[in-house]
């Protein structure tokens, strides 16, 4: 059976319609929608030769047995955000289902091949994203954090993975799954800008960007606003001002996709009438370069010792997290290059900004890639979240050259 790209796009319609509603997705992970679009993702492949299983951190693996049990692996996840776009995770799923369809139809591949659906990719009810991933990875090292975990009903993380048989404890037990993988591979939708404003429908992914993410918090001295003049004021808020448009500068400055955010300032007393007080501020930096991220991280700190002398105040960082850049496979990308152009003419190859679970494949040294496909108005986790379906096509023929690329690759003596 050939492949069916149009096949995928129409089984997207029927899950949206399914497990949607008129505000977006509803595939929250640990919730009866999302085990709706797991059984149906299930029934789907029930014709197919494959061994189905889920393992500890509840990843669900489909199994095509090569004539090697080294493996390619391709994955994506079905869970959403809440009120979520159509597109994000499970066209991931249901492009690498199609790949898996068109190679079982031929006969005993020369490897095995395995698709994967990631559990709790987007951590929309915890605040803990990739969960399944970063288990079979071997990264998930915060047990204890995430057993005090609740969602805004109250209810604990192991007690709603536990409905779903999946015990906190043996979770890491997952690694086992990667044993033999030789490969991972992963399309995903941009979500954002870039390969729409270069009029390209598909890209081939470096790897994911490194992240600093800190608190800062500004000290100066509350005053009444009407009697203090403006030369005399220690405001906080002047601070933090200056640092969020400074910031901007910085990721010009340092280019090759850098980004930095001020992603909200808290100010105390808070009140119309009071010079600032205290303005705790939140920056985030990413980069695919660790030593170009850590660089930019070091002049933010350099700029905002400078702010604070100049409005005499006091100003202290406080890390909130970090990851180092993560990237991808030299060979796959250029087998993920040469395989968009097959199909598309033009490739680009461009970074991830946001995190997935193909970081954490990567990451346990797995030899992995990404296909971004185009996002329209660079949206995504929206209900207005969209792709236009000849693109859609376009990146099922791209994953699954890339596919036969990595099989054949893996496969050579």
């Known amino acids: 059976m050939p492949l069916d790209p149009a096949r995928v ?115 929309a009810r915890f605040g803990r994203s990739l969960f399944g991933s970063s288990a079979a990875g071997g990264s998930m090292s915060d047990q204890d954090e995430l057993r005090s975990l609740v969602d805004r009903d109250g209810v604990s993380l192991p007690d709603a993975i536990g409905a779903f048989d999946v015990d906190l404890d043996h979770a890491l037990e997952a690694r086992s799954q990667l044993e033999n993988a030789a490969a991972y591979l992963e399309l995903h939708i941009e979500q954002g800008p870039v390969l729409e404003s270069l009029e390209l429908p598909l890209g081939a992914v470096l790897g994911t960007f490194g992240v600093e993410r800190w608190r800062i918090t500004w000290t100066g001295q509350a005053a009444h606003a009407g009697s203090t003049p403006m030369d005399q004021r220690r405001d906080a808020l002047a601070g933090a001002a200056k640092l969020a448009l400074a910031i901007r500068d910085i990721a010009r400055e ?21 010079v600032v007080e205290t303005a705790e501020q939140l920056l985030d930096q990413r980069h695919l ?50 395989a968009i152009r097959d199909v598309a003419g033009g490739s680009h190859r461009l970074p991830s900004g946001p995190l997935h679970d193909a970081a954490e494949v990567a990451r346990a040294g797995v030899p992995t890639v990404m296909l971004f496909v185009q996002s329209l108005r660079g949206l995504s986790h929206t209900k207005l979240e969209d792709t236009k379906p000849e693109h859609l096509e376009l990146s099922v023929a791209a994953l699954d050259g890339l596919a036969s690329k990595t099989i054949a690759h893996v496969a050579a003596p």
């Open 289 to 338: 370069d660790a030593g170009k991220l850590a660089s930019m991280l070091a002049r933010a700190q350099e700029l905002s010792h400078g702010f604070a002398e100049e409005e005499r105040i006091d100003v202290d960082w406080e890390r909130i997290w970090n990851i180092q850049p993560i990237l991808f496979d030299e060979t796959l990308i250029g087998f993920a290059d040469e």
């Open 9 to 123: 796009v129409s089984r997207l319609e029927e899950l949206r319609s399914l497990t949607g509603s008129d505000d977006g997705a509803q595939r929250v992970a640990w919730t009866e929608t999302w085990a709706t679009a797991r059984a149906w993702l299930a029934q789907t492949l029930s014709d197919l030769p494959l061994v189905v299983e889920r393992d500890q951190a509840g990843n669900d693996w489909y199994t095509l047995r090569g004539d090697s049990e080294r493996a390619v692996l391709l994955g994506g996840h079905m869970d959403s955000v809440p009120n979520g776009g159509w597109l994000d995770g499970c066209l991931n799923v249901l492009a690498a289902a199609e790949v898996l369809r068109r190679i079982a139809e031929e006969g005993t591949p020369p490897v095995t091949v395995r698709l994967v659906d990631w559990a709790d990719e987007e951590g």
């Open 254 to 274: 340092t280019g090759d996709g850098a980004v930095c955010t001020s992603g909200g300032v808290v100010c105390r007393p808070g009140i119309v009438t009071s």
